[in-house]
């Protein structure tokens, strides 16, 4: 899958998506914080965080964040995007969001633009829900979206 997403397909995604409502994006995530969330939402997971919008958009309201990712290439953009954020607000992390074990758990853990759709098997998106809950404090929130289409 790295091949896929390297250096090639990093170099473009950003200008591919640069119409994409990111920020809009984030303010449906912290809506759903305020409304869902038991308690208040600190610390974001983001399973498959690309260039790491999403992310660097968290942390610079103040989340504190997690990304991982597959892609090295993918990963070093996200790196430069958050370089002026606070010392430790975003991290990033390579590894596959199927298995990834991380020493630490989070208010909220996060799927956006369709990663739980680039899951080539059942059992795959089986693996990466398990590794979100896995990642979860108790009573935390998990989202995520999906597109759907009819071949």
Not at 108 to 123: I, K
Request: a positive charge; charged letters at 25%.
């Amino acid at each position: 899958m790295t091949g896929l997403f390297g250096a090639l397909y990093a170099g473009a995604y950003d200008a591919l998506y640069a119409s994409k409502d990111y920020a809009g994006e984030v303010e449906l995530l912290e809506s759903l914080f305020a409304t869902h969330a038991t308690r208040p939402v600190r610390s974001v997971l983001d399973l498959g965080c690309g260039t790491g919008r999403h992310a660097a958009i968290l942390g610079s309201r103040g989340y504190r964040v997690v990304g991982v990712d597959r892609s090295n290439e993918m990963l070093a953009i996200a790196g430069r995007r958050a370089a002026g954020l606070p010392a430790g607000r975003v991290r990033f992390r390579r590894g596959d969001i199927r298995s990834i074990r991380l020493a630490e758990r989070f208010d909220a853990v996060v799927l956006m633009f369709n990663v739980l759709g680039y899951q080539v098997t059942d059992a795959d998106a089986l693996r990466t829900v398990g590794t979100a809950r896995r990642h979860l404090e108790p009573g935390g929130l998990f989202a995520c979206d999906v597109w759907y289409a009819l071949l």
